[in-house]
């Protein structure tokens, strides 16, 4: 909860009344699931959902603005400590180089990235399940990440 905490005390400047969302699930056989883990353990999920009340373009920008760049940053730096992964779902490609390398070493360092683009290569070879962020962060069909 403390991390909770923190999320909201630093986070979200521009919005009115940010909303903290929690829930709970069993541990996930498959491996690219974060919430792989043991049987029988338990995982958290946490996030804060972002509102955009206004119909002003330039507030709802600069609230997207602020989610894709202060938010993302404070959940690594906080999530890093406790070992938390964002849920495919919720990925954002970085704002700038060092943090895309920085998510690329994690995803690579947490999942089986090479066994999964042998997989895509094998049953997706067009890439049509594929998209541009996981693309981005994990590497096409059949690629092999190199080591840093």
């Given amino acids: 909860m403390q991390v909770c905490q923190e999320l909201t005390k630093h986070c979200f400047v521009r919005i009115i009344s940010p909303i903290l969302r929690t829930r709970w699930s ?28 206004s119909d002003d373009v330039k507030q709802r920008n600069g609230i997207t603005n602020e989610f894709k760049t202060r ?18 779902a919720k990925l954002e490609i970085p704002a700038n180089t060092e943090q895309s390398k ?20 094998e049953y997706d070879p067009k890439n049509i399940l594929g998209g541009n962020i996981i693309d ?3 590497g096409t069909p059949g690629s092999v990440r190199t080591s840093s």
């Fill in 26 to 53: 069993a541990s996930s056989s498959s491996l690219m699931s974060p919430a792989h883990g043991e049987r029988g353990g338990l995982h958290s999920w946490v996030g804060i959902i972002m509102y955009l009340p």
């Fill in 71 to 88: 938010y993302c940053e404070l959940l690594r730096s906080i999530g890093d400590g406790v070992g938390a992964a964002s849920h495919w």
């Fill in 102 to 121: 920085m998510l690329k070493e994690f995803m690579g360092a947490r999942y089986p990235v090479d066994k999964f683009n042998a997989l895509r290569k």
């Fill in 136 to 138: 981005f962060v994990l």
